[in-house]
């Protein structure tokens, strides 16, 4: 949309430069008819700009809407943690392990990888 309004500028100036000399060889209802068209083409660029404008404080609002619904989920979620005694223990042991479960596999996954990964001794010498 910022590109469109910027065309929009751009074009409006560039009939300005062209139209501007000419004005002394026209009539007048020929420069009020080029003066029109002028004023149209800003009313347009405007026009997109203000839509602009509206489209992003709509986001805005949207956005606001969606980290205060998140801020509620996860302050209900830290009263559910709270209220549960033990909860909290058995997560982090659960998470703990998991861990565990994960070095151990990263491991394997190293060493499968290294062997492939590294030149031999055999191939060293060469």
Do not use: C, W
């Not at 300005?16 to 420069?31: A, D, V």
């Not at 700009?49 to 980290?67: P, T």
């Not at 996860?74 to 033990?86: I, K, M």
């Not at 998470?95 to 492939?116: G, H, I, K, P, R």
């Amino acid at each position: 949309m910022d590109t469109m309004v910027q065309k929009s500028l751009d074009a409006v100036e560039r009939k300005k430069k062209r139209h501007f000399p000419e004005f002394l060889n026209m009539s007048e209802t020929q420069r009020r008819d080029r003066i029109h068209e002028m004023h149209l083409d800003y009313d347009r660029a405007i026009k997109t700009a203000n839509e602009k404008v509206q489209q992003s404080g709509d986001l805005v609002k949207k956005m606001d809407r969606a980290i205060k619904y998140l801020d509620r989920q996860l302050a209900e979620y830290q009263r559910y943690l709270e209220q549960t005694p033990g909860l909290i223990r058995k997560l982090q042991q659960r998470s703990m392990n998991l861990d565990v479960a994960y070095e151990e596999e990263q491991d394997d996954y190293d060493e499968q990888y290294t062997q492939f990964a590294t030149p031999t001794a055999k191939n060293n010498k060469r």
